[in-house]
């Protein structure tokens, strides 16, 4: 494609670091043509979103997690008791939270 074929102009403005860091990039390509590689990476350049709903679910089962493990603790401190619910509750957020855990790993793997 010839230059005479791309009549619309682009422009923005950039910080003297992050051209330094585009500058960088373009040496690890070994490339020097500004214009090629930043139309390249627009158009073909990987954006990461790692907006994870499973993240959100993993903190909200760790804080209630942690919540349930101080209740339990403070309990068993003072009344010298430990009850076999309370371990299956333990248990259960524990199972939830590697669940979550396999979840957002899937999700990671597939940003490749």
Do not use: C
């Amino acid at each position: 494609m010839a230059n005479l074929e791309r009549e619309v102009q682009l422009k923005f403005r950039v910080t003297p670091e992050e051209r330094a860091l585009i500058e960088q990039k373009m040496a690890q390509l070994g490339t020097s043509n500004m214009a090629a590689y930043l139309r390249k990476m627009a158009i073909d350049g990987l954006v990461i979103n790692l907006e994870l709903p499973e993240l959100r679910e993993m903190v909200s089962l760790l804080r209630r997690s942690s919540n349930n493990l101080n209740q339990l603790t403070r309990r068993v401190h003072e009344t010298g008791r430990f009850y076999d619910a309370d371990l299956d509750e333990l248990r259960q957020s524990y199972d939830g939270l590697w669940d979550a855990t396999q979840k957002i790993l899937s999700s990671l793997a597939k940003l490749q």
